[in-house]
C-alpha cells in the first residue's frame, strides 16, 4: 500500500541530491551558503550546473554582483558546519569565521573556495531564469578541481562521505560503490 504525500513534502521523494557549500563574495569579504537544490543540466562543453537560490538571500546579492560562485563539496566531517552555513545568514556576520571554515583564494574567480573541502567548481553565472520565490541560476564551471584519494572520476564513497539533505537537521551519507550488471554488486 503507498499513501499520499501532501504536494508541499513532494520534493523530498527525489531529494536528496548531494549538498554543496556555495561561496560567493571576495577572498577578504567571503560568504558561504548551504544548497541542497542543484543539479547538472550538461556535462561538457561546457559543464552547467543549475542552483535554485530565493531571492532574499545575502548570496544572492553578492553573485549579482560579479556574477561569479564557488561550488564545494562538503563530507560528513563537515555536518555541523555545513548545517550552521544553511541556519543563518551572513548579512551581519562572517560565516566563514563563525563556522571554522579557511577561504582560499580560487584561481578563476573572485569568491573563494573552502580549504576543507576536497572538491570545488569555479563558476560563472551565465544565465538566469526568474521565478517565483526562487531564480534558477546556470552556472558554466570554469575550472573544477577534487583530492584525487577521493575522486577518480566518481566519488570513492568508501573513502568520502557525501552529505545528502533529509530535511530539519537530518542528513544521509553515500558509504559505499555498487556496480550494475545483471544483480549489483558491492565492489571491493
Not at 544548497?35 to 544572492?60: E, G, K, M
Request: proline content about 6%; charged content about 20%.
Amino acid at each position: 500500500m503507498k499513501n499520499e504525500v501532501e504536494l508541499s513534502k513532494a520534493k523530498w521523494l527525489v531529494e536528496p541530491g548531494c549538498v554543496v557549500l556555495v561561496t560567493t563574495g571576495t577572498l577578504e569579504n567571503p560568504n558561504v551558503m548551504t544548497f541542497s537544490w542543484q543539479t547538472p543540466v550538461n556535462s561538457a562543453d561546457p559543464c552547467l550546473i543549475l542552483l535554485a537560490i530565493s531571492h532574499v538571500r545575502h548570496s544572492y546579492n553578492l553573485i549579482k554582483q560579479n556574477h561569479e560562485l564557488v561550488i564545494n563539496v562538503p563530507g560528513e566531517e563537515l555536518l555541523e558546519q555545513t548545517h550552521f552555513a544553511g541556519s543563518i545568514t551572513g548579512t551581519h556576520i562572517n560565516k566563514f569565521k563563525e563556522a571554522g571554515l579557511t577561504p582560499v583564494p580560487a584561481k578563476t574567480v573572485a569568491p573563494p573556495l573552502i580549504e576543507q573541502c576536497p572538491a570545488h567548481l569555479e563558476c560563472r553565472v551565465a544565465e538566469i531564469f526568474k521565478m517565483q520565490t526562487h531564480d534558477l541560476l546556470v552556472c558554466e564551471v570554469l575550472r573544477a578541481a577534487a583530492d584525487a584519494d577521493m575522486f577518480d572520476g566518481k566519488w570513492l564513497p568508501e573513502k568520502f562521505h557525501t552529505l545528502h539533505y533529509l530535511g530539519g537537521n537530518y542528513y544521509g551519507v553515500m558509504e559505499r560503490t555498487i556496480v550494475a550488471g545483471g544483480k549489483a554488486k558491492t565492489q571491493k
